[in-house]
């Protein structure tokens, strides 16, 4: 080949790979213009969201949890479930024992339904931070989140201490997500496995004995 042809040859290749940087820039730039968009309308979301692909094979999401309030819920997706994450008060905490006569598994007994560092009264590594997969046991409906002293017109007991309610056909789990008893659904609500990678940083999908990374 002449040299006249080699130089022809790298001055396309320079071309296409110039192109392509160009390409993969001016998407990076307009990702980053999504992700401040969507902080417009949620406090804060993962900052390294996986592609749709890479979340279809199980990849861990990691949530900052910093901003949290008091009674917030976050909602995030794993697996394409949702994963909800409630910072519990200290007086929600406190109500939970008083609701295990009315449980149908208040000790979580059902293994299947939490690791074993969450099988504890809290369901939880640090109990302040509920984390379950939000997908009724019975059907797999997404139950409403519905506060202590907000259960009016919800169809459930004036004496709510707050949790989750399913409308659809009337289950309900309290806010360690463990379900009542005399409703269709069967077991406790899914705890995934997770760790924390810091105080304020949780990675759902990823598991270790004692939830610490």
């Known amino acids: 080949m002449s040299s006249t042809a080699n130089v022809a040859g790298t001055k396309n290749t320079?071309?296409?790979?110039?192109?392509?940087?160009?390409?993969?820039?001016?998407?990076?730039?307009?990702?980053?213009?999504?992700?401040?968009?969507?902080?417009?309308?949620?406090?804060?979301?993962?900052?390294?969201?996986?592609?749709?692909?890479?979340?279809?094979?199980?990849?861990?999401?990691?949530?900052?949890?910093?901003?949290?309030?008091?009674g917030q819920l976050l909602i995030v997706e794993w697996r394409g479930k949702p994963v909800w994450i409630v910072r519990r008060t200290e007086n929600s905490l406190a109500d939970l024992p008083s609701l295990n006569s009315k449980l149908s598994d208040p000790d979580s007994e059902v293994t299947s339904q939490q690791p074993d560092y969450a099988k504890n009264p809290a369901r939880a590594i640090k109990p302040e931070y509920l984390v379950v997969i939000g997908i009724c046991t019975h059907l797999g409906c997404s139950p409403t989140y519905i506060k202590k002293g907000a259960a009016a017109g919800n169809d459930i007991d004036d004496d709510w201490k707050g949790g989750f309610f399913c409308p659809c056909h009337g289950s309900k789990f309290d806010l360690a997500g463990r379900v009542y008893q005399g409703v269709p659904a069967p077991t406790n609500l899914v705890v995934p496995p997770y760790i924390y990678l810091s105080n304020t940083r949780i990675l759902v999908g990823a598991d270790s004995s004692k939830g610490v990374a």
Not at 19 to 26: A, D, G, P, Q, Y
Not at 38 to 56: D, E, H, I, W, Y
Request: avoid cysteine.
């Open 14 to 70: 320079a071309e296409i790979q110039d192109k392509s940087k160009r390409r993969f820039l001016v998407a990076a730039t307009a990702g980053v213009g999504a992700v401040g968009a969507g902080f417009a309308a949620v406090p804060f979301v993962m900052s390294l969201r996986p592609s749709a692909k890479t979340q279809a094979a199980g990849a861990p999401v990691e949530i900052d949890i910093s901003k949290m309030e008091m």
